[in-house]
């Protein structure tokens, strides 16, 4: 329980750092 929270989180983070760097 709670591995799918980490999981979106990891994607959210992921995807913001993604954003930042392309920035």
Same mark, same amino acid.
């Given at each position: 329980? /709670? %591995?799918n929270r980490w999981l979106r %989180?990891?994607?959210v983070y992921l995807m913001i750092i993604? /954003?930042?760097i392309v920035i």
């Open positions: 329980m /709670g %591995n %989180n990891s994607f993604i /954003g930042v």
